[in-house]
């Protein structure tokens, strides 16, 4: 069946640093990518999505590039500030449906 | 409101008791489905609705799970004779639409089962 993995955290890393959190995934077909974020005491929200290959996704200083070759969705800022301390999921969706698989999630916290 | 509101928020049972865990989509919206989330994981799928209809429960773990959604707004996801196993964090999310992936979430209610 589908699955992601991504890596295990926490992150930790201060203010301005470059962040990268690897995702990979296994899915028969298709799949559209996702990432979202659960900041603390929130529910969780769509970060930024990708639909096809070579797809670039990006939302509030975050991208991230559908890369069928490498099956891998990796999230990237290049300067992260205190408020994005968070859970990062990686998601994706093959059915038609809209139903997401979830990886374990990924905590950054960044400090000032 | 304007999001997905979840209640109880906290929920407290003992073993062997029923509960049931209420989510109130974002008014429109199509696509709703439950999801259950162990602590320090992702969360993983258990039923989705459309409409009233429930077109997938491949992800409830037992028969002792249900979930309705009787007039295709307002949903229930019921636990009868629940075990400590059953402990999680229980998240509704709401989509305008199928097949789209852009899911709104609620903020969950947590179960604790003694």
């Known amino acids: 069946g589908d699955s992601v993995t991504q890596m295990e955290g926490p992150v930790t890393l201060s203010e301005e640093a470059f962040l990268t959190i690897n995702c990979t995934y296994t899915a028969t077909g298709y799949p559209s990518l996702f990432w979202y974020v659960q900041y603390p005491g929130e529910g969780l929200q769509l970060l930024l999505k990708?639909?096809?290959?070579?797809d670039k996704g990006s939302n509030k200083g975050f991208e991230a590039t559908y890369r069928k070759e490498t099956t891998s969705f990796h999230l990237e800022k290049g300067s992260v500030q205190v408020s994005d301390s968070a859970v990062y999921f990686c998601?994706?969706?093959?059915?038609?449906?809209?139903?997401?698989?979830f990886g374990a999630g990924t905590q950054v916290v960044v400090t000032p | 409101g304007a999001g997905v509101s979840q209640s109880p928020r906290y929920k407290v049972a003992k073993r062997g008791q029923d509960v049931a865990l209420r989510c109130d989509p974002i008014?429109?919206?199509?696509?709703l489905f439950w999801y259950q989330q162990a602590l320090g994981q992702g969360p993983e799928f258990l039923t989705y609705f459309q409409n009233e209809a429930q077109l997938d429960k491949s992800g409830l773990p037992s028969d002792r799970f249900f979930a309705e959604r009787p007039e295709g707004s307002v949903s229930t996801l019921k636990i009868q004779r629940t075990q400590q196993e059953d402990s999680a964090v229980y998240l509704c999310?709401?989509?305008?639409?199928?097949?789209?992936?852009?899911?709104?979430f609620g903020e969950g209610s947590r179960l604790t089962v003694l």
């Open positions: 990708a639909t096809k290959a070579d």
């Open positions: 999310a709401s989509s305008i639409t199928m097949n789209t992936g852009e899911l709104f």
């Open positions: 998601a994706l969706s093959g059915d038609s449906w809209g139903k997401l698989q």
């Open positions: 008014s429109g919206h199509v696509s």
